[in-house]
């Protein structure tokens, strides 16, 4: 699951990246609202926890413009304690509001809730013309032949599955596989994705992942056309 943390605070902020993402979960961090607020718009996030008191642009800004584009599940974190805060948060869209100081185990089980909730609930398997991926067993087969990959290139097969038909950046993939930003000057997503492709896509006639010259790659079948993009 994918997280974007708005918190300005470098120590709070630091803390929870950390706590998040030793309890399994993918944390992106802003530190300034308008920063994200664009990480937002511009990424698919399973959850947005957000402070309220935020350089730029504030929390209720932020929730306000979510809510006019895009129905993902906010949290608020904030110091902001009084009622009236709590009510303007959750009549704004929130899915729930949680005043500092804060127990991160109360923190931890208010974002499985959220999650748990049926229109956030990820897939446990993928399937793409003859491709079928199994996550819970972690299991890739075409045409019912087993494919063995290695842990980043099952990772990297299952985030191009899962955003099946949208156009994914380098820096994109990188950040969501490698936990990177991503370096112009270094070949890794190319590299990853010659190697999946030789095991997913080269023996079999009909080719699922395409290059989209000059942005990145997509994940989609295309049978009237060859894929050229292949060496």
Same mark, same amino acid.
């Given at each position: 699951?994918?997280?974007?943390?708005?918190?300005?605070?470098?120590?709070?902020?630091? &803390?929870?990246k950390?706590?998040?993402g030793?309890?399994?979960y993918?944390?992106?961090? %802003?530190?300034?609202?308008?920063d994200?607020l664009?990480m937002?718009?511009? !990424?698919? &996030?399973?959850?947005?926890?957000?402070?309220?008191?935020?350089?730029g642009?504030?929390?209720?800004?932020?929730?306000?413009?979510?809510r006019?584009k895009?129905?993902?599940?906010?949290?608020?974190?904030? %110091?902001?304690?009084q009622?009236?805060?709590?009510?303007?948060?959750?009549?704004l869209g %929130?899915?729930?509001y949680?005043?500092?100081?804060?127990?991160?185990?109360?923190?931890?089980l208010r974002?499985?809730?959220?999650l748990?909730?049926?229109?956030?609930?990820e897939?446990?398997?993928?399937?793409?013309?003859?491709?079928?991926?199994?996550?819970l067993?972690?299991?890739?087969?075409?045409?019912?032949q087993?494919?063995?990959?290695t !842990?980043?290139?099952f990772?990297?097969?299952?985030l191009?599955?899962?955003?099946?038909g949208?156009?994914l950046?380098?820096?994109?993939?990188?950040s969501?596989v490698?936990?990177? !930003?991503?370096?112009?000057?270094?070949?890794?997503v190319?590299?990853?994705?010659?190697?999946?492709?030789?095991k997913?896509?080269?023996? &079999?006639?009909?080719?699922?992942?395409?290059?989209?010259?000059?942005?990145? &790659?997509?994940?989609?079948?295309?049978?009237?056309?060859?894929?050229?993009s292949?060496?």
């Open positions: 699951m994918h997280i974007l943390l708005i918190e300005d605070d470098t120590k709070t902020g630091e &803390y929870l950390k706590g998040l030793e309890s399994g993918q944390v992106d961090w %802003a530190t300034h609202g308008a994200g664009h937002a718009l511009e !990424n698919r &996030y399973d959850l947005i926890v957000l402070d309220v008191m935020l350089p642009i504030d929390g209720w800004q932020i929730i306000e413009v979510l006019a895009q129905d993902v599940p906010v949290l608020f974190l904030t %110091a902001r304690d009622l009236q805060d709590r009510i303007r948060g959750l009549e %929130a899915d729930d949680l005043v500092k100081p804060f127990s991160f185990t109360e923190l931890l974002i499985r809730t959220i748990r909730r049926g229109v956030v609930r897939a446990d398997h993928f399937h793409l013309a003859d491709l079928e991926l199994d996550l067993r972690r299991r890739v087969t075409r045409q019912q087993v494919i063995v990959l !842990n980043k290139e990772a990297l097969l299952h191009l599955l899962r955003r099946e949208d156009v950046s380098r820096a994109q993939i990188a969501e490698w936990d990177m !930003n991503f370096d112009s000057d270094t070949n890794v190319d590299v990853a994705i010659k190697r999946l492709r030789s997913v896509d080269l023996p &079999y006639p009909v080719k699922l992942i395409h290059t989209v010259r000059g942005i990145g &790659y997509v994940c989609e079948v295309r049978p009237c056309a060859p894929d050229a292949l060496p």
